[in-house]
């Protein structure tokens, strides 16, 4: 299997498994898009609670240019380190969610 396979692989699964675990109900709905064409992953939630309406990009992983980003994260889990134990080098990580300048400051890729 090629590294981008296997990355696919990884998001898939590491973005599953935490959707899992979110609570779905019948007005807010727990989706996962799974686009491995374009190699886009969201966790999302939508729907209604009272009057507010729920559109939460709660995760959200994209593959470029052979790197992993991490675009979103509104959890208290670490997925960056979960892809590194999963055998995913730090380098080819990228927190797409901090600012471009800030990215020498931590372990991991700087794209």
């Not at 609670?49 to 208290?76: A, E, P």
């Amino acid at each position: 299997m090629d590294k981008i396979s296997k990355y696919r692989e990884f998001v898939k699964s590491l973005i599953s498994n935490y959707a899992d675990s979110d609570i779905s109900s019948d007005k807010v709905e727990v989706q996962l898009l799974l686009d491995s064409d374009r190699d886009h992953y969201q966790w999302m939630n939508v729907g209604w609670q009272g009057s507010d309406r729920i559109y939460r990009c709660v995760m959200h992983f994209d593959i470029k240019d052979g790197k992993i980003w991490l675009q979103q994260n509104l959890t208290d889990r670490d997925p960056a380190e979960e892809l590194v134990d999963m055998g995913v080098p730090k380098g080819d990580i990228i927190l797409g969610l901090q600012m471009p300048s800030k990215r020498i400051y931590t372990d991991y890729g700087v794209a």
